[in-house]
């Protein structure tokens, strides 16, 4: 089994910046892509970032240029820097991971930006 847990979440005002933290741990032999999503109230899950074992990123066009992801493979922990919050980022955010092909998510943590 693979456990997720997220840390980091809060309270911010606009414009301002967040660091979401993941951990992974457990079976996680064969650790590949690790990813954010984000879910806010009545919308459907959506992607944020991706990346991969090796480094390589990808990011949803309405955090680019804001929002980074981050790894440390050594530490099996996942990041995500979050700057220039608006209030349309306020959402649950999660952590994932894709271990053999198999996919695993967090609990959760908030992210609420006031206006």
């Known amino acids: 089994q693979v456990q997720l847990v997220e840390s980091g979440g809060g309270l911010v005002q606009a414009g301002g910046s967040l660091t979401l933290s993941c951990a992974a741990s457990?079976?996680?032999?064969?650790?590949?892509?690790m990813a954010w999503y984000r879910q806010a109230p009545g919308n459907q899950r959506e992607l944020v970032a991706t990346i991969t074992r090796g480094g390589r990123t990808n990011y949803a066009d309405s955090v680019k240029g804001r929002f980074t992801i981050s790894r440390d493979n050594a530490k099996n922990m996942v990041y995500l820097q979050m700057n220039i919050l608006k209030p349309e980022d306020t959402a649950v955010y999660y952590c994932?991971?894709?271990?053999?092909?198999?996919?695993?998510w967090g609990q959760g943590t908030q992210v609420t930006v006031s206006s």
């Open positions: 994932n991971a894709n271990v053999l092909s198999l996919n695993y």
């Open positions: 457990g079976s996680i032999f064969g650790l590949n892509t």
